[in-house]
Structures are given as structure tokens and as C-alpha cells.
């Protein structure tokens, strides 16, 4: 028993003089309010020893006892964590203290923001958090589609999943179109899938523009899952090479969601094209575009049955070059398309939705509104400062 306790007594120890004045400073210089913005530590910012674990630590406000909710990543799969997650609060144009401190590891993480490969419906890839919900789809239901197999789909577009819940709804709604207790096509209180993709762009799918016509990616060919947690989720998206005009293009997707945002995040590696254009579908083009080149966003604000819904893209400052309202008469091949040039192999960019019975959006203002405000915030992003 003695040297059980000699023993916590020594790593306790060790664990408070690696956590010991490590003050966070987080400054806001923007004149708004700002929270559900994600700041990421790594352990050499933080001063931390090779040996230290992320996992280990947490983050509280220094002036009292508030303790916020944290992830620890595993980016590049070696079992290490490379960056700690939180989500601070920051008034106005002013800056607060929060303090690194032991986690308790006894302390249940929520899984509010959350994605997985989902096979039982045919090979989907979904992906949540509290606000909304996406899907995109994989080589089976390619190949059904190619083979005119009913229930094949074939499209790197991005579907949209309407959800009106703060709580997880990818599982359940799988699960009950699986077992055939009911379909996610059918609102009863949660929200549901009402929204077609088809051809289309959808929610922030790309194209390559060759000649004034436009090229797309088939289906992801493969998927992995890098991270799920209370505060993000990501994974990758691989495609198989596709042709542009008679060139050759690699595509992979890094995609991820964050907690209380509408949009998820799209770090796109590319060759083969200096030039791509992630699109927002127009549907049967019955709704209202608007373009911001100078803060750098486009919307399409549009009606969805009995209700309406709000797309839109965010790109960080000076990346997005044009954009293109592309009308047609084929099905789904309506687009308002963002021109955007490939950066040492890279585009990044940021894309959902708003829908009017699951969101504050109610008129295409209040979207717009928001999507100016996200850029603003990508751009002036919150300033943090470590003591050491």
C-alpha cells in the first residue's frame, strides 16, 4: 500500500510541474461575440515533454472553475495525439485566461460531432454534429448505377441530411430504414432527407471546368476516419483518378465538422488542374443566388417542400477568384459554381446549409448574414498566446 501511494505521489508530481503555468491567452479581435470556434494546441506550443500525452490534460477558465470540453487527435494515425481541442467563449474585442490541468479521466466525452462508413446502406459515408448532417457515397453504389441496378447511386456530390435535433440521427435513421421500422425520406419530429443530389454538386462537391464544360469525380473509392469526439470529427476521402478533357486528376477530400457550425470544412488535395470549382446544386434553379467576392462566399437560398433551406461556401480571404451560375436543362446539372486556383496542390474552403425548420435562418438575410459573419472569423481567426 505504501508504495502504491509513493508511486502516485511521484506522478502526481511530475504531471503538475509539466502543467504548471501553462496560461492560455485567447484574444477576440473582432467587435462580435464569438464561440464555436475551434482552437488546436500541439505539445510543443504548449512547452509540454516529448513523453507528455495530450489526452492527459484539459482546459478550465483560470478565473474560476469552469472546465471545457476537450479532444485529443491522432492526425497522421501513429497512435500519438497531435493537437488538443477546445471551443472558447470570447466576448467582443476583448481576450480571456483559461489554464492546461490534469484531466479527469473518469469524465464521459460526448459524441456530439460524429461520422463512420456505413455499409448496411449500401457503402455511404455520413457525417454529423449538433446542427446538421451529410452524406456522400461510395464504389458499390457506383457499380450498381453503372449496372442499372435499383438503389445505385452515382455521384461526388454532397447530400444533405435536414435534421432538427441536437442529438445524434445518423445511426437511428440507418437503423430504422435497415430494419424497416421507417424511412429517414419522412419528417416525424427529427428532421429528414428530402433533399436530392443527384448529378449534382450538391453541398460543396467539386468540378473542373475545361473548355466551358464541366468535370467531375465518380464516387470515393475509399474512406478513413481520423477522428470523432465531442468537438470534431474528420476522415479522408480518396477518388479514383478521373479525366479532364483528356488530362489526368487526383482528387482526395479532407472533410471535417466541427461542434455548432453549419458548415464543414473541405481541404482538397488535387493535381492535374490549376483550377477548381466547388458548386452549390440550384435544383430546378426556383430559389435566389448571391455571390460576395470581396468577403469571399456564395449562397443559394431556395424552397424545400414546405419549407426553405439555405446553401452557401466560405473560402478564406483571396482564394476565391469568380464565381459562374451554370443553367441547364439536363437534370441536376444546375450549379453556382466558386472559381478557386489550386495552391501547392491544396484548395480549402468550407460548405452546408441552413435549413428554416432546423436552424435561426429564416429568410435568406439571416443566411447570408451568417456566412458573412463565418468569413470574417476564418479570416481574423481568435489570437492565442501561451505562458509558459
Not at 35 to 50: D, Q, R
Not at 139 to 155: F, H, R
Not at 199 to 215: C, L, P, Q, T
Not at 296 to 314: N, T
Request: aromatic share 12%; proline share 4%.
Amino acid at each position: 500500500m505504501k508504495k502504491y501511494l509513493l508511486l502516485t505521489t511521484i506522478l502526481a508530481g511530475s504531471f503538475a510541474v509539466h502543467s504548471q503555468n501553462k496560461t492560455i491567452t485567447v484574444t477576440n479581435s473582432l467587435p462580435i461575440d464569438r464561440e464555436y470556434e475551434t482552437i488546436e494546441l500541439t505539445k510543443k506550443a504548449l512547452g509540454l515533454p516529448e513523453n507528455a500525452k495530450l489526452e492527459d490534460y484539459t482546459v478550465k477558465e483560470k478565473s474560476g472553475d469552469l472546465f471545457l470540453e476537450t479532444q485529443a487527435v491522432d492526425e497522421n494515425n501513429d497512435g500519438v495525439m497531435d493537437v488538443l481541442l477546445f471551443q472558447p467563449k470570447i466576448s467582443a474585442s476583448s481576450h480571456k485566461d483559461f489554464e492546461l490541468v490534469a484531466a479527469n479521466p473518469a469524465t464521459p466525452k460526448n459524441i456530439n460531432c460524429y461520422s463512420r462508413f456505413v455499409p448496411e446502406r449500401i457503402d455511404d459515408y455520413a457525417w454529423e454534429n449538433n446542427k446538421v448532417a451529410f452524406r456522400t457515397y461510395g464504389p458499390v453504389a457506383q457499380k450498381m448505377a453503372e449496372d442499372k441496378v435499383s438503389g445505385g447511386t452515382l455521384t461526388s456530390g454532397i447530400d444533405a441530411w435536414l435534421k432538427r435535433v441536437e442529438y445524434p440521427i445518423i445511426n437511428k435513421w440507418y437503423e430504422k430504414a435497415t430494419n424497416g421500422t421507417g424511412t429517414y425520406h419522412k419528417d416525424t419530429g427529427e428532421g429528414l432527407d428530402n433533399f436530392n443530389v443527384g448529378d449534382s454538386r450538391g453541398v460543396g462537391g467539386i468540378a473542373v471546368n475545361a473548355e466551358n464544360k464541366y468535370y467531375f469525380s465518380k464516387n470515393f473509392i475509399s474512406w478513413k476516419t481520423i477522428t470523432t469526439g465531442p468537438i470534431r470529427t474528420s476522415f479522408i476521402l480518396t477518388y479514383a483518378d478521373w479525366d479532364v478533357n483528356g488530362k489526368k486528376v487526383t482528387e482526395s477530400k479532407l472533410i471535417s465538422l466541427d461542434y455548432g457550425s453549419y458548415l464543414s470544412r473541405f481541404e482538397i488535395s488535387i493535381t492535374g488542374t490549376k483550377t477548381i470549382a466547388p458548386g452549390l446544386t440550384l435544383h430546378e434553379n426556383k430559389g435566389i443566388t448571391s455571390t460576395n467576392l470581396k468577403e469571399g462566399w456564395m449562397s443559394y437560398w431556395e424552397p424545400i417542400d414546405d419549407s426553405e433551406i439555405g446553401l452557401g461556401l466560405v473560402a478564406p480571404k483571396g482564394t476565391l477568384q469568380s464565381f459562374a451560375k451554370y443553367v441547364t436543362r439536363e437534370k441536376d446539372l444546375s450549379n453556382l459554381y466558386g472559381n478557386m486556383e489550386v495552391q501547392d496542390k491544396k484548395v480549402v474552403y468550407y460548405a452546408g446549409f441552413g435549413w428554416k425548420k432546423g436552424s435561426p435562418f429564416q429568410t435568406k438575410q439571416d443566411w447570408d448574414a451568417y456566412l458573412s459573419s463565418y468569413s470574417k472569423k476564418i479570416n481574423h481567426p481568435l489570437i492565442v498566446k501561451i505562458k509558459k
